[in-house]
């Protein structure tokens, strides 16, 4: 399996411009789980999804910011308009039910807002 | 492990000695325990769970160690090796299930010395 997938693995944008991170889950997994890591504050769930749906958005910063799941592959993070303070390392987790506790994660996408 | 300000707490170890690396959970309901090693560039890598209805429990190398009364987590690293240096952390869950999210520690940041 090719574990979690995340694109791109590096981005530097301007601060205004949309971003759009992505992900595709491990298969057979049915949740993913969005998490942000800065030095100041670790690493925080920004949101998660079982079977495609949004159970819990609360760790969402603002509006700006938006995640989908379409269908059980594939997932994106979207934030429109970039600031400098969302500058950060973004992760894409999966995880199941049936098995342990354990999520796995990608490599994931190292944001830089100018 | 927790962290203070934009430093992650350190240690420094030499090679071939033991490591202890510890961390304090907050939420006594938690059922689920994991220590996470995070490498450079890299996204966490699951080392060792442990279930709350257990006080200890052994890997390859790693051992660790759990203290419901006072909520205290700890992983040993026994005959560190340089390939150890990393990130380490400690998170919970209050299910054993993969489809709830891990809370996360702050980490702390092993340095082998070779």
């Known amino acids: 399996d090719a574990g979690v997938i995340q694109s791109p693995r590096h981005e530097v944008t301007e601060m205004g411009q949309e971003v759009t991170l992505r992900c595709k889950p491990i298969?057979?997994?049915?949740?993913l789980f969005w998490y942000r890591q800065t030095m100041m504050r670790g690493l925080e769930l920004l949101i998660y999804f079982n079977n495609n749906v949004p159970i819990d958005d609360s760790g969402m910063p603002e509006d700006r910011f938006s995640a989908k799941m379409p269908n059980a592959s594939f997932s994106t993070l979207k934030i429109q308009p970039s600031e400098p303070r969302d500058s950060a390392v973004y992760f894409c987790a999966s995880g199941t039910g049936s098995g342990t506790g354990e999520l796995f994660f990608g490599e994931g996408s190292r944001l830089t807002v100018l | 492990g927790e962290s203070v300000g934009l430093h992650l707490p350190t240690l420094s170890v030499q090679e071939g000695d033991n490591s202890i690396i510890n961390c304090a959970y907050s939420n006594s309901a938690s059922d689920y325990f994991i220590w996470y090693k995070q490498e450079s560039g890299k996204g966490p890598q699951f080392i060792i769970d442990?279930?709350?209805?257990?006080d200890k429990r052994q890997g390859q190398r790693v051992t660790v160690l759990l203290n419901k009364t006072v909520k205290h987590l700890s992983l040993q690293i026994a005959a560190t090796q340089p390939g150890d240096s990393a990130v380490y952390f400690c998170a919970e869950n209050p299910t054993s299930s993969g489809n709830t999210p891990l809370v996360f520690g702050k980490g702390t940041r092993l340095s082998v010395i070779a």
């Open positions: 442990i279930r709350s209805n257990m």
């Open positions: 298969s057979g997994h049915n949740s």
